[in-house]
C-alpha cells in the first residue's frame, strides 16, 4: 500500500504565479482533506473534498481552491501566489463512511518557496 | 470544535517514559482523542486515539479520565528518535471533518 503521496515535493515559484499541487490518497480512502503549515506552527486545515465537492472550509481565501476527481484523487490550487503563502502542504486521506474516530492518513508534504 | 491545550516542549532522556497531557474542557461527547507525531518536513503519523479509559498500542498509551476533560499521551523508553512534535486532537472525525491542529507539543529526548 503506498499511502498518501504527494507531488512535488518540492517547488519554487514567483510572487504572483499559480501553483498545484497533487495528492493521491492511501487505497480505500474517499476524503481528501489540504493543509497548510508554515514553519513552527501546527497543521492549519484549508479544505476538504468528499464524492469531488468541498465539503468543508478553513479561513483561507478564494485564491485557494481544489478540485476531487472520481479516483478519489485531488488537487490544490493556488493563484496570485504570496511570498506569505510559503509553507509544507499536507494532504490527509481518510477512510469511507466518515465514521466517528476515523483516523486521518497524512502525506509527506510538498515544499512551497514562494520567491 | 473542542480546543487543547499542551504544554509548548518537553525535555527527557533516552529510556525514560514520558507522559504529554491534553486539556480539552469542552469536549463532545461523540469526540474522540487522537494524538499525532510529526518529525521536520515530514506529513503527522498516527499515533493512537481512544473515546475513555486506556487504550495501548504497539508504541504508546493513552489514559483518558472518566470526565474525558484531558488525556495522557504516555511514550514508555523514549529513544532519541522520538525527538518530535506531538499533536492532541479532539473531534468526531479526525479526517471526516476539518482537523484543528493546536502548536503541539515539542518533545526532545537527550542521550
Known amino acids: 500500500d503506498a499511502g498518501v503521496t504527494q507531488s512535488p515535493t518540492h517547488l519554487i515559484k514567483t510572487r504572483g504565479q499559480q501553483v498545484t499541487l497533487r495528492c493521491s490518497p492511501k487505497?480505500?480512502?474517499?476524503?481528501v482533506s489540504w493543509y497548510q503549515q508554515a514553519l513552527g506552527q501546527g497543521p492549519q486545515f484549508i479544505f476538504q473534498?468528499?464524492?469531488?465537492?468541498?465539503?468543508q472550509r478553513g479561513n483561507f481565501p478564494d485564491r485557494f481552491s481544489g478540485h476531487q476527481f472520481p479516483n478519489y484523487s485531488s488537487e490544490l490550487n493556488v493563484n496570485a501566489l504570496l511570498l506569505g503563502d510559503s509553507a509544507l502542504y499536507l494532504c490527509a486521506s481518510s477512510s469511507p463512511g466518515q465514521k466517528a474516530g476515523t483516523e486521518a492518513f497524512f502525506g509527506q508534504g510538498t515544499r512551497l518557496t514562494v520567491v | 470544535l473542542a480546543k487543547t491545550t499542551q504544554p509548548i516542549s518537553m525535555d527527557s532522556y533516552e529510556g525514560q517514559e514520558v507522559n504529554i497531557t491534553c486539556s480539552h474542557n469542552?469536549?463532545?461527547?461523540?469526540?474522540?482523542i487522537t494524538w499525532y507525531q510529526q518529525f521536520p518536513s515530514q506529513g503527522p503519523r498516527f499515533i493512537i486515539q481512544?473515546?475513555?479509559t486506556k487504550v495501548t498500542n504497539e508504541v504508546a498509551s493513552l489514559f483518558i479520565p472518566a470526565d474525558r476533560k484531558s488525556s495522557t499521551l504516555s511514550l514508555p523508553r523514549v529513544s532519541l528518535s522520538d525527538t518530535a512534535v506531538y499533536y492532541c486532537?479532539?473531534?468526531?472525525?479526525?479526517?471526516?471533518?476539518?482537523?484543528?491542529f493546536g502548536a503541539g507539543t515539542r518533545l526532545f529526548v537527550k542521550a
Open positions: 469542552n469536549i463532545a461527547t461523540n469526540d474522540y
Open positions: 473534498y468528499y464524492e469531488e465537492e468541498e465539503r
Open positions: 487505497s480505500g480512502h474517499d476524503t
Open positions: 486532537l479532539v473531534g468526531g472525525h479526525t479526517g471526516g471533518f476539518k482537523t484543528i
Open positions: 481512544g473515546y475513555k
